[in-house]
């Protein structure tokens, strides 16, 4: 009589599964840090530079998710665009005038928007299908 054993790696396939889907996350991520700061250059956008090096990542293993951002706080008036120009609507309709930090006032009715993190994600598609791709072979 012949005895049989199964053996389950279950969990170690779905422990290599979940490595291998962090460590292409995570590739992504950088990739997409690294577009959303080219875009923000070419975009003209940099004034002191503390925007671009505040773009980072986030992994978010719980929905197989990355996420790109910046904790600055006018990175979304940058992004989205301000008064007449903000491309979510709701802009401030009137003009208005401030002053900057150097003492010098300004009149505006806003400021255009532009799009380095949406461009980051939608302009690079190929580039991050490649690096999935490439994860899972």
Same mark, same amino acid.
């Given at each position: ?18 490595? @291998? ?28 530079? @503390?925007? @671009? ?22 990175? =979304? ?14 802009? @401030?309709?009137? =003009? ?16 255009? =928007? ?24």
């Amino acid at each position: 009589m012949s005895k049989v054993v199964v053996t389950s790696h279950v969990g170690e396939v779905k422990e290599e599964l979940n490595n @291998r889907i962090y460590t292409v996350l995570n590739a992504i991520g950088m990739q997409a840090e690294g577009n959303a700061v080219k875009e923000i250059t070419a975009a003209e956008a940099v004034d002191t530079g @503390r925007l @671009r090096a505040s773009i980072t990542h986030q992994v978010d293993t719980q929905e197989d998710a990355v996420y790109i951002g910046s904790n600055v706080e006018y990175a =979304p008036y940058v992004e989205l665009g301000t008064g007449i120009y903000a491309s979510e609507g709701g802009g @401030r309709q009137t =003009p208005w005038f401030y002053v900057d930090d150097k003492g010098a006032g300004h009149f505006t009715h806003g400021m255009k =928007p532009r799009h380095f993190l949406r461009n980051a994600i939608t302009n690079y598609q190929s580039e991050y299908e490649n690096i999935l791709k490439e994860g899972f072979k």
